[in-house]
């Protein structure tokens, strides 16, 4: 066992660091290192140069577009990108819609999807939640009926993020609710664009629109557009569920909200000296600065392959809700550092159209919105109560 | 010892919870989002005429002579509909300063105005180098002639920029953080060379940097003896503490009232989600939060006017400490257990974890009064 990387593992890693210094725009690298908003079209760019690089999808296997990696390159490669202030790529369609893709779908599917996924032409929302199915999820009640070749869709979801921006959706329908409610679900991919589509936005407390809900009315989609089986579609849902908890550890974005809040502590006066030098700071900063380094270790752990002791198959549960859990203290101790300056509303400069600059320091730009809208993380994805609820399963063999 | 509530305060409550639930609340709050000054005038106007603009001054300046007890039952039950007219600066900050330190004739000028509604006063005690410390004063008030001229940068100067008048702390004589010579003046909000940069705070209300370049004051802005401001400041602060964490203690009570109904109506896995255990601990904490959260508001009202320096640091500080604690619980778990819902702009839950945010932030957050608390031992 070794934690140092070998000469080649470093070599890799200069590599990465000189090929993302020269090639990422600094225009992008300044909004997220300075908490500003990333939009599509910055994403969209950052993408087209991963792809035109070969470095798109690194996850996904070669045949497909992939990198052939080690788990440590990866692992490199991730650290090295969110250091250098990279957005993080769309993950519904490369963490989530396209392992389903390549999993799971036909031929012509693979054909037909996955370029534009790899080449960032094709941008994907997710149709999970209902309004009357969050946790329990496999209660979804939009219906897909059989008519000849289609299918005719009718219901509505919520919570998309991105499908006022999104091209297509891969949604989850129920074809069947004669027996039990997991074994009726369809997976199908559809263009956001067909007729009977409405696209409504949720605002959320933060002020911003990233959520939506979704109306299907008479949606008209061909058969030919599920996944896999029909009524087997929870099978991949839960397959791309445990694919996006996955992802939702984000040790570099912690990192960089780390040294972030230290470096406003650095420069915050407080008592007559510096708010770093606070022993109640120095506390929580410690703190929390541990808990990142036990999360990053149990990620790197879990790459390579082990599981838990009590829960095996429970990983990306625990790594769920240890994840938000700093994400939320890291928050908290953000505006705490901000102090007065996190309480004007950062976000009405856009509304008002201002070219003022904002009252709010540099270094403590976003920290409150990053707060409001953090709030979610431990709702989203399966939210924290039924990640322990799965574990405690698994640990009680219940 | 009695800790009931009298008739009078039961009637205070009453109506003030009746104006409350008939104008106030999240609709309201949203239609001002986009108006210039943030808050409804008719409100004020309303305010003036049940007497609630009058209620802390003392009845020979024409007030109601009103208990920071008073205060506390019309502040809970603002708190229970986001009530964002100016009531804390103007009559709670800016009066309290007045009655603690103002001349006969500031007070003679400036409590009538307020009681009729007719004036609108911010205070500028924050700084941004400052923190929380109310006696760490850049801002400058240089002697000029029989007047004053002052320079400085005053920060999130809450309703700042709708103030007919500012009551801003400056620096007579010693260095930044000398507890001694900082002085309070009252300026003209258009006074020569006074600029206001407004702007939404996060909870909806309003706030405003206050710069200050050569304004040129009278002798009669000093507001009590030169030098000697820091005193009549901390009380009037203290005093706002007080109404604050029973502002809090209003819209934790909401909070947990909606939690509690959204969870015996949402149903997931063939059931109300409250059938759950998990949730119905977290609400019984949730509970348990705010209970001792009103204790404490309680001992902040009880205690504001105490002699006993000691005593009246623990229970403001004291206060401070459990309502910011017991907000951010209450405020995070009733937005967890909405779920999404929970996250949107549309439902109340919120704007009321939004406020709650702000209180904790406003006067000092948590670590600050932990601190104040534990040097006045």
Redesign the interface.
Same mark, same amino acid.
């Given at each position: 066992m070794d934690l140092s990387f070998s000469p080649e593992e470093l070599a890799f890693q200069q590599e990465v660091r000189e090929w993302v210094g020269a090639n990422l725009p600094v225009d992008i690298s300044e909004k997220v290192l300075g908490g500003g908003k990333v939009t599509k079209s910055d994403l969209k760019r950052w993408h087209k140069i991963l792809f035109e690089k070969g470095w798109v999808a690194p996850a996904w296997p070669e045949e497909y577009g992939g990198t052939g990696w080690s788990a440590v390159q990866k692992y490199i490669f991730a650290e090295e990108l969110t250091r250098a202030g990279a957005p993080e790529l769309l993950g519904f369609s490369l963490k989530m819609v396209g392992p389903v893709i390549f999993t799971y779908g036909s031929e012509e599917q693979k054909a037909q999807h996955l370029p534009g996924i790899l080449n960032g032409d094709v941008w994907w929302c997710q149709g999970y /939640?209902e309004p $009357?199915?969050? !946790?329990?999820l496999a /209660?979804l009640k939009t219906k897909a009926v059989s008519d000849g070749d289609d299918y005719i869709i009718n219901g509505t979801k %919520?919570?998309t993020t991105g499908a006022h921006e999104a091209d297509w959706i891969f949604c989850l329908v129920r074809t069947d609710d004669s027996g039990k409610k997991q074994e009726g679900i369809s997976f199908l991919l559809f263009p956001m664009d067909l007729p009977g589509i409405e696209v409504s936005p949720? %605002?959320? %407390? $933060?002020?911003e629109h990233s =959520?939506n809900q979704v109306f299907f009315t008479d949606v008209r989609v061909p058969k030919a557009n599920r996944i896999g089986e029909e009524n087997m579609g929870w099978t991949y849902a839960k397959f791309l569920l445990v694919n996006e908890r996955n992802g939702i550890a984000q040790v570099g974005g912690k990192k960089r909200q780390l040294s972030r809040i230290k470096n406003l502590a650095a420069t /915050?006066?407080?008592?007559?000296g510096l708010?770093a030098e606070a022993p /109640? @700071?120095r506390q929580k900063i410690t703190d929390a600065e541990i808990a990142l380094m036990a999360l990053e270790y149990s990620e790197l752990r879990f790459l390579s392959g082990q599981k838990l002791d009590h829960a095996p198959g429970t990983e990306a549960n625990m790594m769920k809700v240890a994840a938000t859990q700093l994400q939320?203290t890291l928050s908290?101790l953000f505006?705490?550092v901000a102090?007065? @300056? $996190?309480?004007? @509303?950062d976000g009405?400069q856009d509304l008002t159209g201002s070219n003022?600059p904002s =009252?709010i320091?540099d270094g403590a730009q976003g920290a409150?919105a990053d707060?409001?809208?953090g +709030?979610?993380a431990? %709702? @989203?994805g399966g !939210?924290n109560?039924i990640q +322990?609820d799965v574990m405690a399963k698994v640990l009680l063999s219940i | 010892m009695d800790l009931s509530f009298s008739e009078e305060q039961q009637l205070l409550r009453d109506s003030a919870e009746r104006f409350v639930d008939q104008n106030c609340g999240t609709e309201y709050l949203r239609g001002l989002r986009d108006t210039e000054d943030g808050f409804s005038r008719d409100h004020w106007k309303t305010m003036a005429e049940l007497g609630w603009l009058a209620l802390p001054f003392a009845e020979d300046n024409g007030g109601l002579d009103g208990t920071p007890v008073d205060t506390l039952v019309l502040m809970e039950a603002f708190g229970r509909g986001l009530v964002v007219e100016p009531y804390l600066p103007t009559v709670i900050l800016g009066g309290g300063v007045l009655q603690a330190a103002g001349s006969a004739a500031q007070i003679e000028s400036m409590v009538e105005p307020i009681i009729e509604g007719n004036l609108l006063l911010a205070v500028g005690y924050a700084e941004p180098q400052a923190r929380f410390d109310l006696f760490d004063v850049a801002t400058t008030a240089a002697k000029d002639g029989d007047g004053y001229v002052l320079n400085g940068h005053k920060a999130v100067v809450i309703h700042g920029a709708t103030a007919d008048k500012i009551i801003i702390s400056a620096r007579t004589s010693g260095n930044r953080r000398d507890k001694d010579g900082i002085s309070l003046f009252i300026v003209d909000s258009d006074a020569s060379g006074l600029d206001k940069r407004p702007y939404p705070t996060v909870d909806g209300s309003r706030a405003a940097e206050i710069m200050l370049d050569n304004v040129k004051v009278g002798a009669d802005a000093l507001i009590g003896t030169e030098g000697q401001g820091l005193a009549p400041l901390e009380k009037a602060v203290d005093h706002a503490i007080a109404a604050l964490c029973a502002e809090a203690v209003g819209a934790m009570k909401v909070l947990l009232d909606t939690t509690v109904e959204y969870t015996k109506t949402r149903e997931q896995f063939g059931q109300p989600i409250s059938r759950f255990q998990v949730l119905r601990h977290r609400m019984a904490d949730m509970m348990m939060e705010y209970e001792q959260a009103k204790s404490m508001a309680l001992v902040a009202a009880l205690k504001v006017d105490s002699d006993d320096a000691e005593e009246r640091r623990k229970a403001i500080s004291g206060a401070k400490v459990q309502i910011g604690k017991s907000g951010k619980f209450v405020g995070q778990q009733a937005v967890q257990l909405h779920g999404g819902m929970g996250m949107t702009d549309e439902l109340s839950v919120g704007h009321y974890f939004k406020r709650l945010t702000m209180i904790d932030v406003l006067f000092g957050n948590v670590d600050h009064h932990l601190k104040q608390f534990s040097a006045a031992a």
């Open positions: /939640s $009357g199915s969050g !946790s329990d /209660s %919520i919570w949720i %605002i959320t %407390i $933060g002020g =959520v /915050s006066e407080m008592a007559g708010l /109640s @700071y939320q908290e505006i705490e102090g007065y @300056y $996190g309480m004007p @509303y009405f003022e =009252v320091p409150m707060h409001l809208y +709030r979610a431990t %709702i @989203y !939210s109560e +322990r | -």
